[in-house]
C-alpha cells in the first residue's frame, strides 16, 4: 500500500500543472501556424490600416495630381522661389510647413537652406528640449510657434518660470519666442497640447485669445489634440476660435478621420506631422503599389505623400535635413500653387484608374468593398494565380514577419480569452437556469412541446452538446421515448445557433461590420429553422428517422464500460475556468426525470470542513454548481451551504462576468483581424477562400470535432465575416460542416452509453443534418434561399440597431412560447381548451396570411424598412440633441441681448427646440423622405 502524502499530492498537482501548460503551449503553436497563413493573406505589408488608408486616398485623389509629371515645371531652380507667405495664403491652395523640430544646434543653417529652397512656413515652438528658436531671422515668410506647458519641457531649460502662475508662463513664453525670433507678432500660436484638464487648456486659451486682442498674434491653435470631442468643447467655449490643429498623421490614431472631419466642418486648417516618419506611412511608402504610383506621376513616394495631403486641402510639415529633397518638395508645392485641377472630374478619373489597373482589382476600403463583402458584387478572379496567392501569403521582410508574429501573438491572446468567455458564459447560464430547464422536459410527448423544449432549453443553457447530453440520457432511462426525444434535438439543433447569433451583435459599433457579421451568424438560423419546417411534419407523419435509426441500431451491442472521450477546446480552457464554476449537470438531469432542484440545498460537506470533491461531492451533498472530480477541487464560486439562490446569483454573476469578457475579446479579436486584413485585394482573398463547399464542410466539421462545440466553431467564424475576412457565401457550407461536426461527437458520446435508444437518438441528429443539407445546399436555386434571408436580416440591422433583440426576443422565445402554449392545449384533457386552442390557430394562421399578403401584395418590405430607418434616425436625433443641448442653450440665450427676448421666451424656445427629439414617427418619416442625405442635427436645427 503506497501512502499518499500532502506533499505526494501537491507533486501531483504541479506535474498535472506542468502537462496541461505544455498541452496549451502545443495547441497555441499549432494554432499560430494556421493564423500566420491567415494573416498574411492581407498583403505584403501584413498589417498594413495605414496602407489601406492611405492607397484608398492616393487612388481617391488621383485626378488632383495625375498630370503632375506632365505639367511644366513653374520653378527651374526651386531657390529662385520669390513668393510670400501672404500671397500663397491668400490663393487658398495647399503649401508646406517647415518644421524646425530636432534640429538642435542645426537649426539655424537648415532654415536658412529651407528658406533659400523656397519654404516660407516656418513652424517651431518655444521648447529649448525640442527647438532653437534663436537661431531664426524674421523675413517675408509665416512663423509659427507653441506654448509647451511644464510636463513638456527640459526641467534644466525651461523658458519661462516654472512656479509662476499658468497665465503668467503662457504671457512669459511668448514673450521669449518674440524675443528669440526678433520679432514684434507672431502669425500663429498654437497650445503644444491640451492641458491635463480642459478648465486648464481654457485658462491657456484666453491668454491666447487676449495675445490676438493686442495685436502680438494673428491666429492661434492647438496641437497634439486627438479628442475631436476636445476640439468641439474648445471651439464652443472659445471667442476666437482656433485656426490650426495640428497633429501626428498615423494609423494609431485612425489618421484623424472624425477629427479632421470636424475640422472641415469648424474651417480648422489640419497641419499633419510625423507625415513620412510615422512606420505605418513608412510601410505604405515603401508598397510596391505605391512606389508604381509615385513613378507614373513623376513623384517620389515622399513627395506623392505630400501631394495626398495638399490635395485633401491639408498642411503637411516637412522637416527635410537635405537640400535636394527641399528642392523637390518646392517643386511639388509651386505645382499645386500655380495650377491645381478642378476637381469636376474626379469621379470619372477615379473610375478610369480603376479600370486601368492591371488586375482591376478592388482594394480594402474602396468603393464597392463593402458590396464585395457582403455578396452584392462578383469578383472576377480567373486571371488570378496560386503563385500570387504564395507570394502575397509568404514573402516578406524580416520586419514584416516581425508584425505578422506579433499580430499572431494578439489574435492566438484574444482568441483563447474569447473562447474562455463562450464557456464562462455558458457554465453560467446552466448554474443560473439550470432547475427551469431541467423542469421543461417533464412529461413533454406532444411533438410541437418536445421541439420547443429542446430549442428553449438549448437558448437556456447555452450549450446543445449538454441539451443533448440530457436527452440521451433520458431516452436511455426510459423516461422519455425515442420520438419525444428525437423531436427535442431538431430543437436543439435550431437553440445552438443563438451563441453565434449574440456575439455578432458585439459588433454593434460598426453598421457594416454589424449587417456582415449578423448575416453569417443567422445564415445558420435560417439553415435549422428552414430543415424544421421541411422534416419536423414529414417526421411526424412517417417517422422516417425513428424507423431508419432503429434499422440500424438493431444489431449494435452497446458498451456502458467503453472510455468515455473528453478534451477538445476544454483541455486549455478548463485551467481557468473550472477554478471559477463548474456546473454540476446532473441535477439538470434528476430535474429532467422528476426530481427537485430543492433536494440538493443547502449544499454541505463532510464535518471535516474541508472543500474538497471527495468531501462534498462524494460525502457531502452539492447543488448547481459542482467540484472538480479530476484535481478534487472546488471552484471560487462554490461554497459550502449555499442555498438555491446563492447559487443562481453566481450562476448570474458568471454569465455577465462572461457577456463582459466576451465583448472586450471581441472588440480585440476584430481590431486586430482587421489590422491584418486591410491593405488586401479582393482577389487575393477570394482566390485563397476559393473553396470548394463540400470540402468547406469537411474543415467546418473537423474543427468542431476538434473543439467539440459546434457554438465555438461559428462563434469564431462570426467575426471573420464581419470583418470581410470570409463571405456569407463561404460561411454558410462551414456552418453546415459544425453541425455534422457535432452530432459525430454526440454519436461518439452514444458508443459508450449502455441503451441502443440512445444511439438512436444520437443518429436521428445526424440524419436530420445530412437531410437538410441535402434540401438546402446541392442546388444552388435551394442554396440561396437561407443565403438570402440570411442577408435580408443582416441588411434589417444597418436601418435599426435595435432589429438583433427583436430578433432575438421574437425567433427564440416569443414564437417558441406561443406554439408551446398552443401545443398544451391541443393535447388538454378538457374539451374547452382544445376549442379554444383551435380557435387561437385558426386565427394564428389567418394573420400569418394577412401578414404574407401585406408583405408581398402591399409592399411591406418597403413600409418595415421605412419604419426601422425611422426608429434609427429617431434615436439618432435624440442623441445628438442631447449631446448639443447645453450649447444649443447657451446660444440662445446669447441672442437674446441682440432680438430682445425676455428669458421666459428664450427658455420657452429652448423647451420647443428639445421636444423636436421627441417628434411623432410620421413627423421623423418626413424628415427622412424628404431629405435621407441631410445631417438630422442641422436638419432640425437649422429651422
Not at 531664426?136 to 511644464?150: A, G, M, P, V, Y
Request: aromatic letters at 8%; one cysteine or more; proline letters at 3%.
Amino acid at each position: 500500500m503506497v501512502m499518499v502524502t500532502p506533499a505526494t499530492k501537491k507533486q501531483q498537482s504541479s506535474k498535472l500543472k506542468a502537462q496541461v501548460l505544455a498541452i496549451t503551449t502545443v495547441v497555441l503553436l499549432a494554432a499560430g501556424s494556421v493564423w500566420i497563413f491567415v494573416s498574411s493573406l492581407s498583403s505584403r505589408t501584413a498589417n498594413t490600416k495605414s496602407r489601406t488608408s492611405l492607397l484608398k486616398g492616393v487612388r481617391e485623389n488621383a485626378a488632383s495630381q495625375n498630370d503632375l509629371r506632365s505639367r511644366e515645371d513653374p520653378v527651374a531652380n526651386a531657390g529662385e522661389m520669390t513668393i510670400s507667405a501672404k500671397h500663397m495664403m491668400s490663393t487658398g491652395r495647399p503649401y508646406l510647413l517647415y518644421g524646425t523640430a530636432w534640429k538642435e544646434e542645426d537649426t539655424a543653417s537648415l532654415v536658412a537652406q529651407a528658406i533659400h529652397a523656397g519654404f516660407r512656413f516656418i513652424d517651431t515652438a518655444c521648447q529649448p528640449k525640442h527647438y532653437n528658436e534663436a537661431g531664426l531671422e524674421r523675413s517675408d515668410f509665416f512663423l509659427q510657434t507653441k506654448f509647451t506647458s511644464i510636463n513638456g519641457q527640459d526641467p534644466e531649460n525651461v523658458p519661462y518660470d516654472k512656479d509662476a502662475p499658468l497665465e503668467e508662463q503662457v504671457t512669459q513664453s511668448l514673450e521669449a519666442s518674440l524675443r528669440n525670433l526678433r520679432t514684434d507678432y507672431i502669425d500663429s500660436l498654437v497650445l503644444h497640447s491640451p492641458m491635463e484638464t480642459m478648465e486648464d487648456t481654457l485658462r491657456v486659451w484666453k491668454m491666447f485669445e487676449s495675445f490676438v486682442t493686442a495685436g502680438k498674434v494673428r491666429q492661434i491653435g492647438i496641437s497634439n489634440c486627438y479628442n475631436f470631442r476636445d476640439l468641439r468643447k474648445l471651439y464652443q467655449e472659445a471667442t476666437i476660435k482656433p485656426a490650426v490643429v495640428q497633429n501626428r498623421f498615423h494609423d494609431k490614431t485612425k489618421y484623424d478621420i472624425q477629427l479632421r472631419e470636424i475640422c472641415n466642418v469648424y474651417g480648422i486648417k489640419y497641419q499633419s506631422f510625423w507625415t513620412l516618419t510615422a512606420p505605418s506611412n513608412r510601410r505604405a511608402m515603401a508598397n510596391n503599389e505605391w512606389k508604381e504610383m509615385a513613378r507614373e506621376k513623376g513623384l517620389t513616394p515622399q513627395t506623392l505623400m505630400y501631394a495626398f495631403m495638399m490635395t485633401l486641402g491639408h498642411t503637411p510639415l516637412d522637416g527635410s535635413s537635405d537640400v535636394n529633397h527641399m528642392k523637390e518638395d518646392i517643386k511639388l508645392m509651386m505645382r499645386f500653387q500655380n495650377d491645381i485641377e478642378e476637381q469636376s472630374g474626379l469621379d470619372d478619373d477615379i473610375t478610369k484608374e480603376k479600370e486601368d489597373r492591371k488586375t482591376g482589382s478592388v482594394h480594402y476600403g474602396e468603393e464597392g468593398y463593402n458590396e464585395i463583402l457582403t455578396g452584392n458584387d462578383e469578383v472576377d478572379i480567373s486571371g488570378t494565380t496560386w503563385n500570387e496567392v504564395f507570394r502575397t501569403c509568404c514573402c516578406h521582410s524580416a520586419n514584416e514577419w516581425i508584425m505578422i508574429s506579433v499580430h499572431v501573438m494578439f489574435v492566438l491572446f484574444f482568441l483563447y480569452w474569447f473562447i474562455f468567455a463562450l464557456e464562462l458564459l455558458g457554465t453560467g447560464a446552466k448554474v443560473l437556469t439550470g432547475c427551469a430547464a431541467g423542469g421543461l422536459f417533464g412529461g413533454n410527448t406532444n411533438p410541437v412541446a418536445s421541439l420547443i423544449v429542446g430549442m428553449l432549453v438549448t437558448v437556456l443553457l447555452q450549450s446543445s452538446s449538454t441539451t443533448t447530453s440530457i436527452i440521451v440520457s433520458l431516452v436511455g432511462a426510459g423516461s422519455i421515448s425515442v420520438e419525444p426525444g428525437i423531436y427535442m434535438v431538431m430543437g436543439a439543433n435550431i437553440g445552438t445557433s443563438v451563441t453565434n447569433t449574440i456575439v455578432a451583435m458585439g459588433q454593434m459599433g460598426n453598421g457594416e461590420e454589424l449587417e456582415r457579421a449578423f448575416a453569417g451568424a443567422t445564415v445558420h438560423d435560417m439553415f435549422n429553422f428552414l430543415s424544421v419546417l421541411i422534416l419536423f411534419p414529414l417526421e411526424i407523419i412517417t417517422g422516417m428517422f425513428a424507423a431508419m435509426t432503429a434499422a440500424i441500431v438493431k444489431d449494435w451491442n452497446p458498451d456502458p464500460d467503453g472510455e468515455k472521450k473528453s478534451g477538445g477546446i476544454k483541455t486549455i480552457i478548463s485551467p481557468v475556468l473550472d477554478s471559477i464554476i463548474i456546473s454540476n449537470s446532473k441535477i439538470i438531469s434528476s430535474v429532467a426525470k422528476g426530481g427537485t432542484c430543492e433536494a440538493y440545498y443547502p449544499t454541505e460537506c463532510n464535518p471535516s470542513g474541508t472543500r474538497t470533491y471527495q468531501a462534498c461531492n462524494n460525502d457531502g451533498r452539492v447543488g448547481l454548481i459542482d467540484c472538480n472530480k479530476e484535481t478534487g477541487g472546488c471552484p471560487l464560486f462554490f461554497q459550502e451551504g449555499a442555498t438555491q439562490k446563492s447559487d443562481t446569483t453566481s450562476g448570474g454573476i458568471a454569465l455577465l462576468m462572461g457577456i463582459i469578457f466576451l465583448v472586450l475579446c471581441l472588440m480585440g479579436l476584430v481590431t486586430i483581424l482587421k489590422r491584418m486584413l486591410l491593405g488586401a485585394s479582393t482577389r487575393i482573398i477570394k482566390k485563397a477562400t476559393a473553396i470548394n463547399g463540400y470540402v468547406s464542410m469537411l474543415i467546418g466539421c473537423g474543427i468542431t470535432m476538434a473543439v467539440q462545440s459546434s457554438s465555438v466553431t461559428t462563434s469564431v467564424l462570426t467575426p471573420l465575416v464581419g470583418v470581410g475576412m470570409v463571405s456569407i457565401d463561404e460561411m454558410f457550407p462551414l456552418t453546415l460542416g459544425a453541425n455534422i461536426g457535432t452530432t459525430i461527437t454526440g454519436i461518439l458520446a452514444a458508443v459508450v452509453s449502455d441503451t441502443t435508444t440512445s444511439m438512436q437518438v444520437a443518429l436521428s441528429h445526424f440524419f436530420f443534418n445530412v437531410f437538410g443539407i441535402c434540401i438546402w445546399y446541392p442546388v444552388p436555386l435551394m442554396r440561396r434561399v437561407p443565403i438570402a434571408m440570411a442577408k435580408a436580416l443582416g441588411r434589417y440591422t444597418r436601418w435599426w440597431k435595435g432589429f438583433p433583440f427583436l430578433y432575438l426576443a421574437v425567433a427564440f422565445f416569443g414564437l417558441p412560447l406561443l406554439l408551446l402554449g398552443l401545443s398544451d392545449l391541443f393535447v388538454s384533457d378538457s374539451a374547452a381548451l382544445v376549442v379554444l386552442g383551435v380557435i387561437l390557430l385558426i386565427i394564428l394562421i389567418l394573420g400569418l396570411a394577412k401578414a404574407l399578403w401585406w408583405w408581398f401584395k402591399k409592399d411591406g418590405a418597403s413600409k418595415i424598412e421605412a419604419c426601422f430607418k425611422r426608429r434609427q434616425l429617431k434615436r439618432d436625433i435624440h442623441e445628438r440633441l442631447v449631446d448639443e443641448w447645453d450649447p444649443l442653450v447657451n446660444s440662445v440665450s446669447a441672442l437674446k441681448s441682440h432680438v430682445g427676448l425676455e428669458e421666459e421666451e428664450v427658455i420657452k424656445d429652448c423647451e420647443v427646440e428639445k421636444k423636436v427629439s421627441d417628434a411623432t414617427d410620421e413627423q421623423a418619416d418626413n424628415v427622412v423622405e424628404s431629405d435621407g442625405k441631410k445631417d438630422p442635427k442641422s436638419s432640425l436645427l437649422s429651422a
